[in-house]
């Protein structure tokens, strides 16, 4: 990723580690803490969008596909833009070109993947999704470590599907594969935007423009269906929790960690999405996919104790 001006308020990345080398090892510890904080921002975002997706695919049959995606990014982006009231002024070209190219990523991964959850189980457009980060990280990341993490997860994604994608829907498993390239995209422009705009100013920017996009479609598909009052409250559920939350979340953590690593992270998306399905959707889970699941979550265990390890080295 292209280097960006760090956002306002945000520490400088070198000035951790001459501090904790002249502290000592408790400073040291508290460093890698503090790295180490990405990775549960990233988690918290992951459960939170996908226990949102399976609500969202309780609501298409309300909206469908096309409908729930205008609902969440529409409702995602005025809920954003009230709390956020980002400035306008005083940005460059370069930094509105960065605002629509994260924009469009956006709504483009969560058109294709509604698009694939209406035709196949949650948890197999997420597998098949997934291979969009697990790509990134390999074609971004110059440590070995990170390559032998990211091969294990493809390990379990693939596991994951039990060997049984040829028996899903091809149109839908086309969708899902599309998603995740728009992913790689999202987790690229995302970590830019994070860098080029305070707080999460620009998510709000390009939520909107997301939002913007999908909703001729929307309109298109469900026409008058999205001004019923029970649509848009559960529309709003999904858009708290599948936009507003683990967006935010992700774009606060994408400052501080690696793209690689968080690629890696995103392999633990399945797993949930498999769990999500399961208690919301009744999507039946079987021995294979438990082995799969542990496979993907060792996977992001050790992107993380590798970067744990490598703070820990900085701070010395």
Request: net charge positive.
């Amino acid at each position: 990723m292209a280097p960006a001006a760090a956002p306002t308020g945000a520490a400088p990345p070198t000035a951790a580690a001459p501090a904790a080398s002249a502290v000592g090892p408790g400073a040291a510890r508290a460093v890698a803490g503090h790295r180490l904080g990405p990775v549960a921002l990233v988690v918290t975002g992951g459960l939170s969008v996908q226990f949102g997706s399976a609500v969202a695919v309780l609501l298409m049959p309300r909206a469908g596909a096309l409908g729930v995606v205008t609902l969440r990014l529409v409702l995602a982006a005025a809920v954003l833009l009230i709390v956020c009231r980002p400035k306008v002024r005083g940005y460059g070209r370069a930094d509105w070109g960065t605002i629509v190219a994260f924009g469009a990523a956006m709504a483009g991964m969560n058109i294709l993947f509604y698009q694939a959850a209406d035709r196949i189980p949650l948890g197999a457009a997420v597998t098949l999704e997934v291979l969009g980060p697990l790509i990134l990280s390999v074609v971004a990341s110059r440590r070995l470590m990170n390559l032998l993490w990211a091969g294990l997860a493809l390990g379990g994604v693939v596991l994951l599907g039990g060997g049984g994608f040829d028996r899903l829907d091809p149109l839908g498993a086309a969708f899902a594969l599309a998603a995740g390239a728009m992913w790689a995209a999202y987790i690229v422009f995302s970590a830019r935007t994070g860098r080029r705009f305070p707080q999460a100013d620009g998510l709000a920017l390009a939520m909107a423009f997301g939002a913007v996009l999908s909703l001729p479609l929307g309109i298109a598909e469900a026409g008058d269906k999205l001004l019923v009052p029970s649509t848009i409250g559960l529309g709003l559920a999904v858009a708290l929790m599948s936009s507003v939350l683990p967006y935010t979340l992700e774009l606060l953590a994408l400052r501080r960690l690696p793209a690689p690593t968080f690629a890696i992270l995103m392999s633990l998306e399945p797993a949930i999405a498999a769990a999500a399905g399961f208690l919301v959707l009744s999507q039946a889970l079987s021995g294979t996919d438990a082995l799969a699941i542990a496979l993907v979550i060792g996977a992001s265990m050790g992107a993380v104790r590798t970067q744990s390890r490598r703070a820990r080295a900085e701070a010395l």
